[in-house]
């Protein structure tokens, strides 16, 4: 991964596209309101040192998925208003990403000044990576500058397309952490490395658990796919979440663990021994501790047990590296928050101890934020698909489109 950063570039004067992810969520009704603005905050530092060098920032960015035009509940009117606090600066915008407003807006900007465009997803040019697209957006500027991993692996029209027709390219600093931080877990990570997997579904991150498994010393399962798992083995899931169409795909990664293990007898996969399982899917159903060989045939899994907590906790404290994607459990529900709770516990010590952790994927942030220790971890990805995808060992086209 060959790039330049914004540092590495002359921006004086010039007009930037920045490409950001904005991709906040908004309340349902109007007026449509921001209700977390921690994607806003991470591009601050990238905006903040592009307008101290003097460059004429035009801002770009998605927001939710409209159906190929305008409309209200997508603009990202809301997110120039809660820019502008941010930075306390006035921002223009642009009613349209691409046409004469835009471009005159473009060309009247002054050093350090803002232009913020509307959202890209209006076009459907935009998913489609259209060239004729492509280079409208890349007329209004001289530079391209990406901050938005979030969105990095997506081939789209503002993401890959446009540096086609721009000349000089570079990351910026949110960008250029997500890849320092990733980049080195899965190319140069400090030994002992763990990589800790869970959500509810195995279909989504079969690429990602089978590549850790080249990568990590141990890869820890927890969440709704551990019961696949055990399915897999023969064992009794009661009513728990299990994918029989991915019975032979956990087979294989068990097998393929095994022989990982070779001589030293002991499998890199380390599934829970022990679950909560409950007899309903509510918070205030009943439950018990079990172990995994003991599920009740009416019951369902529905968090990792205490057993296992301490072996996940032993094995993350002793970490050097560690990397986590989804919950243990349905921490949604208090009564089932526990196992999710203890791993973010566990990695905020090993932070403290001064090993590198990471959490990528929206269920471990938001279980990471509702824990409180979200300051303890070393890098919180804000990219939850393009971060599973680059764990995979994919190349993201948006990271492609910057090599140099």
């Not at 692996?153 to 320092?180: C, F, P, Q, W």
């Not at 990528?360 to 934020?369: L, N, P, R, T, Y």
Request: charged residues 25%; proline residues 4%.
């Amino acid at each position: 991964m060959n790039f330049k950063t914004i540092d590495d570039i002359d921006v004086t004067s010039k007009r930037v596209f920045l490409r950001v992810d904005f991709n906040v969520p908004l309340t349902k009704t109007a007026p449509y309101t921001i209700t977390d603005d921690t994607r806003i905050k991470a591009a601050l530092p990238t905006i903040e040192a592009l307008r101290k060098r003097g460059a004429r920032i035009i801002l770009a960015s998605h927001l939710g998925r409209p159906k190929g035009g305008p409309a209200p509940e997508f603009s990202l009117a809301p997110v120039c208003q809660r820019l502008e606090e941010l930075l306390g600066a006035t921002i223009e915008f642009a009613s349209d990403c691409v046409g004469d407003e835009a471009m005159q807006k473009a060309m009247a900007l002054k050093d350090g000044e803002i232009l913020l465009l509307e959202n890209l997803r209006f076009h459907k040019e935009e998913e489609a990576n259209d060239p004729e697209f492509s280079k409208q957006l890349a007329s209004l500027a001289e530079v391209y500058v990406d901050d938005a991993f979030g969105a990095a692996h997506r081939a789209h029209a503002s993401i890959e397309g446009i540096t086609h027709y721009l000349n000089v390219k570079a990351a910026g600093y949110l960008m250029k952490k997500e890849l320092d931080y990733l980049g080195a877990a899965v190319t140069n990570p400090r030994r002992p490395f763990i990589a800790i997997i869970g959500g509810a579904k195995i279909s989504g991150k079969i690429d990602v658990i089978n590549n850790l498994l080249q990568k990590a010393d141990a890869v820890l399962i927890g969440g709704g796919m551990a019961y696949t798992f055990y399915k897999a083995e023969g064992l009794e899931i009661g009513k728990s979440l299990c994918e029989d169409d991915k019975l032979g795909v956990a087979k294989d990664i068990i097998l393929q663990a095994m022989v990982k293990g070779g001589a030293t007898g002991r499998s890199p996969l380390q599934l829970p021994t022990d679950t909560v399982i409950a007899d309903a899917f509510t918070n205030d159903a009943n439950k018990k501790t079990v172990s995994v060989k003991e599920i009740l045939p009416d019951w369902m899994g529905m968090d990792i047990g205490p057993d296992t907590i301490s072996m996940f906790d032993n094995l993350i404290l002793n970490a050097q590296t560690i990397v986590w994607n989804g919950p243990m459990g349905v921490f949604e529900m208090p009564n089932f928050a526990e196992g999710t709770m203890a791993i973010a516990r566990a990695m905020a010590e090993a932070s403290g101890r001064g090993a590198t952790t990471i959490v990528g994927g929206g269920d471990s942030v938001a279980a990471v934020e509702q824990s409180g220790l979200a300051d303890k971890m070393s890098h919180i990805s804000t990219g939850g698909g393009a971060s599973l995808e680059f764990l995979e060992g994919k190349t993201l086209p948006g990271v492609k489109a910057l090599s140099i």
